[in-house]
């Protein structure tokens, strides 16, 4: 198609510096009368294409027009002015190399259009930080010499904590930092094995002078996502059901941090919710439950009825204790 042949041209025109009619003839499997009529449409609609005469003459586009056109759709160009999270940028220490860098892209454009970007940019922000300020025990110091190795391809010995509390030093090859929320990843390879290590626990990396193949076929986005949901599938599953005081409804399914209602059936005949509830664990159900009072009453299984009524019964003693001091 002709537009085609035209958007090529001018894709053609800003990546060199001038360009003879036969070599865009060649390029684009034309005859050069052809690549003359095209120059003459170009120049009809508006475009500033003009051509230098002489021996190393060629086919130019106006230096400005050039800086300005980037074949960019309307839709394709408000997505490069949305404001990404600043939190995760400052965590790679690249937040003054974007906010330049679009700077610079805006620069590009006539009046008109930095008005209509900069108009977008204001109606959209994301941010990915948590309402609570991260204290030493949460920041994650060793980001900076991940990111260094990711880019280089360098192995880095580690000193881990995994959840339960038992450090252990390891020599991984990174292959790729992934943000999940506020909460920085790392996947490398340990033993010839894919894993995921959380930033947040690596006490101290070392930067190692031996380099590693990365692997030819791996693509960072498709094993996060897999990885993802083989984690999503193998999470353990305690599962409650209850009766629910009405008080409590809303409260019950305003976020699913803490419990998953799994199903909630209509009012029954005395004004209480039949509802199936999950849990991790039993005694996150436990203490969840016992959170509520009298407002959450256990149906199955029997050992959570059992394990609620030992706890309630110990807070009791204890407070009976308090009492008699």
């Known amino acids: 198609?002709?537009?085609?042949?035209?958007?090529?041209?001018?894709?053609?025109?800003?990546?060199?510096?001038?360009?003879?009619?036969?070599?865009?003839?060649?390029?684009?499997?034309?005859?050069?009368?052809?690549?003359?009529?095209?120059?003459?449409?170009?120049?009809?609609?508006?475009i500033p294409v003009f051509a230098e005469r002489g021996k190393y003459g060629g086919w130019k586009v106006v230096e400005e027009y050039k800086k300005a056109f980037s074949g960019l759709k309307e839709s394709e160009l408000k997505t490069l002015f949305l404001s990404?999270?600043?939190?995760?940028?400052?965590?790679?220490?690249?937040?003054?190399?974007?906010?330049?860098?679009?700077k610079k892209l805006l620069a590009t454009y006539p009046a008109k259009k930095k008005h209509e970007l900069t108009h977008n940019w204001d109606r959209v922000h994301i941010d990915s930080s948590t309402w609570r300020k991260r204290n030493a025990m949460t920041k994650e110091?060793?980001?900076?010499?991940?990111?260094?190795?990711?880019?280089?391809?360098?192995?880095?010995?580690?000193?881990?904590?995994?959840?339960?509390?038992?450090?252990?030093?390891?020599?991984?090859?990174?292959?790729?930092?992934?943000?999940?929320?506020?909460?920085?990843?790392?996947?490398?390879?340990?033993?010839?094995?894919?894993?995921?290590?959380?930033?947040?626990?690596?006490?101290?990396?070392?930067?190692l002078s031996e380099s590693f193949n990365r692997p030819v076929d791996f693509n960072l986005a498709e094993y996060w996502q897999e990885s993802k949901q083989s984690f999503i599938e193998n999470l353990p599953n305690y599962e409650v059901e209850a009766l629910i005081s009405p008080s409590i409804v809303k409260r019950l399914t305003f976020t699913g941090r803490f419990v998953q209602v799994i199903h909630l059936?209509?009012?029954?005949?005395?004004?209480?919710?039949p509802a199936i509830l999950s849990f991790d664990t039993k005694e996150e159900a436990a203490q969840y439950v016992l959170g509520f009072g009298d407002h959450v009453q256990i149906n199955q299984p029997e050992e959570l009825k059992i394990k609620v009524t030992q706890m309630a019964a110990a807070v009791l003693r204890m407070y009976e204790k308090a009492k008699q001091e």
């Open 141 to 207: 110091d060793g980001l900076k010499e991940l990111q260094q190795a990711v880019w280089n391809d360098v192995n880095v010995e580690i000193d881990y904590e995994k959840a339960d509390g038992k450090r252990s030093t390891r020599v991984i090859s990174p292959l790729g930092l992934v943000a999940k929320g506020s909460t920085w990843y790392v996947v490398a390879l340990s033993n010839g094995q894919l894993r995921n290590f959380k930033v947040s626990r690596i006490h101290s990396v070392t930067m």
């Open 84 to 102: 990404p999270s600043s939190h995760l940028l400052t965590d790679l220490g690249i937040e003054h190399e974007w906010s330049e860098a679009r």
């Open 265 to 273: 059936d209509e009012e029954n005949e005395d004004g209480w919710f």
């Open 1 to 46: 198609m002709r537009a085609d042949r035209l958007l090529s041209i001018l894709f053609s025109l800003q990546q060199n510096e001038k360009m003879t009619t036969k070599e865009l003839a060649t390029q684009l499997e034309v005859t050069e009368r052809t690549i003359h009529r095209d120059m003459d449409a170009l120049s009809a609609a508006g």
